[in-house]
């Protein structure tokens, strides 16, 4: 998984409960992602990373916030859980934005279900 | 289980057959495209990747095509074997946008 850990690996939590998701890389890749999966749907940008402190929001970014004070740590943090935040969770890396045509690696993701 | 994997087109291919799996891109001026393997429970695995200005690419046991023309890309795969068994998938992008994904295709291989 191309040195990338996330954690935890699954999570159980309820609605109206904060939930924090920590992507570690070890590349010293610039470009971090959040992406989200669902059933019947491909993976869904919500925010990404081009910097220390740098973020930007992507498609389904409502009801989520990203922080990254150090190169190796991207963290997504859902403020109230809802159950439509239920999910599997994949963060990525790439080594340049690359305009956006630059391979992106994905870690093995995380399981959350909100009840 | 697999929920990703679920209301997904699936392929069926015998052991040792050649599989082709296909994939229609929507955006035309996407200029570069990416193949990812996801078996499951795991994260999606790079396996190949083309750019605009070529038709064919291939890599160890995988060769991806291009079409432009009808806006669509296929992933062939020889000599299938049961480890690639797993959900295909491709993803599109041009310059200054995110990556757009497809949702997939299983792939099962028969003994």
């Known amino acids: 998984d191309a040195g990338i850990t996330q954690s935890p690996r699954h999570k159980v939590t309820e609605t109206g409960t904060p939930v924090t998701l920590r992507c570690h890389q070890t590349?010293?890749?610039?470009?971090m992602y959040w992406y989200r999966q669902d059933p019947g749907h491909g993976l869904r940008l919500i925010h990404y990373?081009?910097?220390?402190?740098?973020?930007d929001k992507g498609e389904v970014s409502d009801g989520y916030s990203v922080s990254r004070s150090k190169t190796e740590d991207f963290l997504l943090t859902l403020e109230s859980a809802t159950s439509s935040q239920t999910s599997v969770y994949f963060c990525?890396?790439?080594?340049?934005?690359?305009?956006?045509?630059?391979?992106?690696?994905f870690g093995p993701g995380t399981r959350l279900l909100v009840l | 289980g697999e929920s990703v994997g679920l209301h997904l087109p699936t392929l069926s291919v015998q052991e040792g057959d050649n599989s082709i799996i296909n994939c229609a891109y929507s955006n035309s001026a996407s200029d570069y495209f990416i193949w990812y393997k996801q078996e499951s429970g795991k994260g999606p695995q790079f396996i190949i990747d083309?750019?605009?200005?070529?038709d064919k690419r291939q890599g160890q046991r995988v060769t991806v095509l291009l079409n432009k023309t009808v806006k669509h890309l296929s992933l062939q795969i020889a000599a299938t074997q049961p480890g690639d068994s797993a959900v295909y998938f491709c993803a599109e992008a041009f310059y200054g946008q995110n990556f757009v994904f497809g949702p997939g295709t299983r792939l099962s291989v028969l003994p």
């Open positions: 590349e010293n890749h610039r470009y």
């Open positions: 990373s081009y910097g220390v402190k740098d973020t």
């Open positions: 083309i750019r605009s200005n070529m």
């Open positions: 990525a890396i790439s080594e340049s934005g690359g305009g956006g045509r630059e391979t992106q690696y």
